[in-house]
């Protein structure tokens, strides 16, 4: 197994996209935790005498401001480590869940196979929005909310690939030496089911992130999301689209950062699926 992850860390050395986009996502995410401590800007600090101006020097509004006079640069750097911190929290719970829940029905196959199925089929068919506004009306505005609901749903597809990994993984020899010599099912699926998906799960999860930021960020946007006076990515975006007309910039800068962290993310994961599963020359 560590020989396996030192070749894929080779591999995906050897990959300069692969390498650029995770050394961007590095320097967002850091950004985003030490930009605000660089300004002098609070990020729901209204300045009545600056509102919607341009990117400027000028009283350090580096990105310009809104229509309320409040720092893009801050906002935006705020609003980033929001969306990045909702999406990895959302992945790693989906991924945790799914991993968990598709190899107890991949190893167990027959009827409780099939039910456990059956349930992840019908999840799936609920529009996540929904689920989403009825969570909202239930319990109100909240990020944790937020996170909760992402990841409910999240880990559907995770489920689904496990499990048909495992499918394969339980017919193999060791696994049927295992079972022989006498372990238990939850043993052998901790020592030699999930260790043997892990790769598939690493190489899911990069692209897992994008995809749980854009949701997010189209929850925002529909004002699900992230409340006032804080910030996401979609919520600087929605209140971007209503002046782009007028002041562009507050909708390029926050959805030009959006776009770069969706890239190198899918970027990276290619990168890495790649590192792990080197197709055939």
Request: net charge neutral; charged share 15%; glycine share 10%.
């Amino acid at each position: 197994m560590s020989g396996l992850w030192s070749a894929a860390r080779d591999r995906l050395r050897l990959n300069p996209v692969a390498r650029t986009a995770f050394y961007l996502i590095v320097f967002v995410a850091l950004l985003s935790l030490v930009g605000p401590l660089l300004n002098p800007n609070h990020f729901d600090t209204l300045d009545w005498a600056h509102p919607a101006t341009p990117p400027s020097v000028l009283h350090a509004h580096w990105f310009g401001t809104d229509r309320l006079g409040r720092d893009l640069f801050v906002r935006t750097l705020d609003g980033t480590r929001i969306s990045l911190a909702i999406g990895l929290f959302a992945t790693a719970v989906s991924l945790l869940v799914g991993a968990l829940y598709g190899a107890i029905a991949g190893y167990a196959g027959g009827r409780l196979d099939r039910l456990m199925m059956r349930g992840v089929e019908i999840l799936s068919g609920l529009p996540l929005i929904f689920f989403v506004i009825f969570l909202t009306v239930l319990f109100g505005h909240h990020a944790l909310l937020l996170f909760l609901s992402i990841a409910a749903v999240g880990w559907l597809t995770t489920a689904r690939i496990v499990r048909g990994q495992t499918l394969s993984i339980r017919r193999q020899e060791f696994v049927e030496a295992a079972i022989a010599g006498g372990a238990s099912s939850f043993r052998i699926i901790r020592k030699h089911v999930l260790p043997n998906v892990i790769g598939t799960v690493v190489v899911y999860a990069t692209l897992t992130v994008p995809q749980m930021i854009l949701y997010e960020s189209f929850l925002s946007f529909l004002g699900l999301g992230v409340q006032e006076p804080h910030a996401s990515l979609g919520s600087l975006i929605a209140d971007g689209a209503a002046e782009m007309e007028a002041a562009p910039w507050i909708l390029l800068i926050p959805g030009g950062l959006l776009a770069v962290l969706l890239l190198c993310f899918n970027l990276f994961g290619d990168g890495l699926r790649d590192a792990l599963e080197p197709r055939e020359s």
